[in-house]
């Protein structure tokens, strides 16, 4: 039997919290097991040893019990603790506390080193990856703490990644939500997809809608994939996009996604990623072709919170890719269409200080088409590297460096380098209004056979402003080339929340497109 020893430390004066009177015990465990930062503490009024048929030693506890062990804290009225496996068991009622949410339930078997275990007749509150992110404030402007509710028969894992039984989920904080998802079967998967099996979409206690399986991602606006998002520009007329998601194992993903229109080719794109550190791989927007495309001052559609929680989050990923005829959301051209026969990725992300950065390696093949004019399929390797770094984080003001370097080498012997640099200022003038500026330079060396490899502008302007005046949510995004002395982008998002879901528009002037969709809200 390993070495175990016990500090009771009886009749502590302490009456913190809970409702622990002032003669609750509080008792310290150290273990060889534990981390020299992570010690277990146990709080409760009474506690008793009990010795199993095998030998072993149970703790047994009752009244206001607190187990707090790392960033953990579970509280119950009765609780029997084994050390030597690390797990405590319990029938009353009890609430466990991570900074992942928070969890009711009626009965638990909970490993607590391995921060999982089953629970049964639960209640959780799963916050958002933008939730547990200090460096920026969410606001109503596009980043509101909403949570998911989940209500599940039985459930096994943590709050990070689970699997769960008979499960009504919503993100509408009310007491009788409007809309209701209900499925047999749930997993969530690296704390930000939420993936349904014989899902059920209930609007004020009605099916509206039967799915197989439906995924949620977890952001700042819950996004619904699997269901199509209709589209529209002059060039390809009435179209629709897609993305479907399917987990292979724990820690691989297939994506399937693309568009398709009434006067163009279909777009598609195949992605298979696997996850080498974390939970869950990181996986890029298929219509985006630079990083510096997924910031929040090049793209109307990514707000300063996702940006933040995606530096954060990124795990180390690779990636193999196909995709055919894909239309770049910010090309110049409205006629260009990219295809990427294969191409193998591998991503990273890094920290140092309060900065945080990723790395992308990308080799493969790449053609272009514009009209009916093609170029030849070459070999190409990309190296990308993206860091931001906040300079000032005290309200109302947040200013910050972001920096992003590529370096591009062709089949035909042509090299491509850019580094760009952009300061960016956010002011938040309250909780329903905020601006948002940012100033780019950009330098580039040699030359590139591909279109959607130059830069839109080498230096630029950028002011992005977001507003919600009632249920009305209303952005807008100018970025004005200071070379051409040219406003060349212009983007409008505009949105509708009520009832916890908000359909929204998404509006670019060149090259023209509107996309139509709905996302689900916190707010009534």
Request: hydrophobic share 40%.
């Amino acid at each position: 039997m390993r070495w175990l020893a016990l500090w009771w430390l009886l009749w502590l004066p302490w009456s913190g919290g809970w409702g622990c009177p002032i003669e609750c015990r509080e008792i310290p465990i150290f273990h060889p097991k534990l981390q020299a930062t992570e010690s277990l503490v146990l709080r409760a009024r009474d506690y008793r040893l009990l010795r199993q048929p095998d030998g072993e030693l149970r703790l047994e506890l009752t009244g206001a019990v607190e187990l707090l062990y790392g960033d953990r804290r579970l509280r119950t009225e009765t609780l029997q603790l084994d050390t030597m496996q690390a797990v405590v068991q319990g029938k009353a009622p009890f609430e466990l506390f991570a900074p992942e949410g928070h969890l009711r339930g009626q009965e638990l078997e909970y490993f607590y080193e391995q921060r999982r275990g089953w629970f049964r007749e639960v209640e959780a509150i799963l916050y958002t990856p933008l939730a547990r992110h200090a460096p920026f404030r969410p606001s109503a402007t596009g980043g509101e703490k909403v949570a998911l509710h989940l209500w599940a028969q039985e459930m096994a894992g943590d709050l990070q990644q689970f699997e769960a039984q008979a499960v009504r989920a919503t993100t509408c904080d009310r007491d009788a939500p409007d809309f209701m998802v209900e499925a047999a079967r749930v997993r969530l998967i690296g704390g930000e997809r939420l993936r349904l099996y014989n899902a059920r979409l209930r609007w004020k206690g009605r099916t509206v809608l039967n799915l197989p399986m439906l995924t949620l991602r977890l952001r700042e606006r819950r996004e619904t994939l699997e269901l199509p998002t209709p589209t529209y520009s002059p060039d390809t007329g009435l179209g629709a996009r897609y993305q479907w998601e399917l987990p292979l194992g724990a820690r691989a993903l297939f994506a399937l996604s693309g568009a398709f229109y009434m006067r163009a080719i279909p777009e598609t794109r195949l992605a298979l990623a696997v996850a080498l550190t974390g939970d869950t791989p990181t996986l890029t927007e298929p219509e985006l072709s630079q990083r510096l495309e997924s910031s929040a001052l090049y793209n109307l559609r990514v707000t300063p919170e996702r940006e933040q929680a995606a530096l954060h989050d990124r795990t180390t990923t690779l990636r193999m890719e196909h995709a055919s005829e894909v239309r770049p959301l910010f090309a110049r051209d409205a006629h260009l269409r990219v295809s990427r026969p294969f191409e193998v990725g591998f991503s990273t992300g890094f920290a140092l200080g309060a900065g945080v950065g990723g790395l992308t390696l990308r080799m493969g093949q790449m053609r272009e088409r514009e009209a009916n004019r093609r170029t030849p399929t070459l070999r190409r390797l990309a190296l990308e590297v993206e860091w931001r770094q906040p300079l000032r984080q005290s309200e109302p003001f947040q200013l910050s460096l972001h920096l992003w370097a590529s370096h591009v080498r062709y089949e035909s012997d042509h090299q491509l380098d850019w580094l760009r640099s952009q300061l960016e200022l956010r002011y938040q003038l309250s909780e329903r209004f905020g601006l948002m500026v940012g100033y780019a330079l950009t330098r580039t060396w040699g030359g590139t056979p591909f279109r959607v490899d130059r830069l839109a502008a080498w230096n630029e302007l950028a002011l992005r402003g977001e507003g919600v005046w009632g249920n009305l949510r209303l952005s807008a995004l100018l970025k004005y080339d200071t070379d051409r002395h040219d406003l060349y982008d212009l983007q409008l998002f505009l949105g509708w929340r009520q009832h916890c879901i908000e359909p929204f528009l998404y509006w670019r002037r060149t090259p023209g497109v509107l996309l139509m969709g709905i996302s689900l809200t916190g707010l009534h």
